[in-house]
């Protein structure tokens, strides 16, 4: 890994950061980035110690997508070339979303292209009131194509009807109110705010919020019949009578915080 284009930090409460360090280029990727963001997260994932894993960015740019070099590269590609090079992207997206461990982008600044995919490929984005977005790729005669699935989940059919045809820019409360980020801080605030946000979400059990990601994984788009109730009814039943979920419920029940150290989950 190259640590002048990526940076990773883990910290003793199972935070592991992984932040782009080419603000120079605004964070934009190539095919060696990608390939590093892909190893990084894979390897951060199956890290036992590791609950969260927060993607972010040095520099005014969250990341502008693909890089110019890399597109004048690119244009020379036959259609095989331009085929494979578009899986490597589309893995990263992948690997990003299957994450099993929660991710949270910070989007301090511009996410355009496929940094908008980024940041629709992780399970909660926080915003600057500085973050701008675009998906860009139409006026380059291109269409954000690996990134649609994600994105189009995140915002919805009609919205991404609208910003793919446009490529409009739009500011982070239009992207709050579209769903592509949860929350927005001020620019000066930013850090200390998303600081303490990782804090309440790694203070709850960690085997509750492994399992409520994967619970989530399995009900969406079920029909809800008698088959999703009987399972969703023994999942509970199997954290209620875990030492996590036992601990959990005498804390409240005692007023005090959880101990989760230690326990066999």
């Known amino acids: 890994m190259s640590e002048a284009n990526l940076l990773v930090e883990k910290n003793s409460n199972g935070i592991a950061t992984i932040t782009m360090n080419r603000a120079e280029l605004h964070n934009a990727f190539d095919d060696k980035l990608i390939a590093e963001l892909v190893k990084t997260i894979q390897k951060v994932d199956s890290d036992k110690e590791i609950r969260v894993i927060v993607l972010a960015a040095k520099g005014k740019s969250f990341s502008a997508g693909a890089d110019l070099n890399w597109m004048k590269k690119m244009a020379g590609y036959s259609w095989e ?127 509750a919020v492994y399992q409520a990601k994967k619970l989530i994984n399995f009900v969406h788009n079920q029909p809800i019949n008698e088959d999703l109730i009987r399972e969703t009814a023994q999942r509970i039943a199997d954290i209620r009578a875990s030492q996590e979920g036992r601990e959990g419920i005498t804390a409240f029940l005692e007023k005090r915080p959880a101990n989760w150290k230690g326990l066999d989950l």
Do not use: W
Not at 131 to 150: D, M, N, T
Not at 188 to 202: R, V
């Open 81 to 207: 070339q331009n085929y494979q090079d578009s899986l490597q992207l589309a893995s990263l997206m992948q690997t990003l979303h299957d994450c099993s461990k929660t991710t949270v982008a910070l989007v301090q600044g511009a996410a355009f292209g496929g940094g908008v995919g980024l940041v629709a490929c992780c399970d909660i984005a926080l915003a600057s009131e500085k973050a701008q977005f675009c998906l860009s790729e139409v006026k380059l005669g291109l269409i954000p194509a690996v990134i649609s699935p994600y994105v189009v989940k995140a915002i919805g059919e009609r919205n991404a009807k609208r910003y793919f045809a446009t490529a409009e820019r739009f500011n982070a409360e239009e992207a709050k109110h579209m769903g592509l980020i949860h929350t927005i801080y001020s620019l000066e605030d930013f850090e200390q705010k998303c600081q303490s946000f990782l804090s309440g979400l790694i203070a709850n059990g960690p085997n």
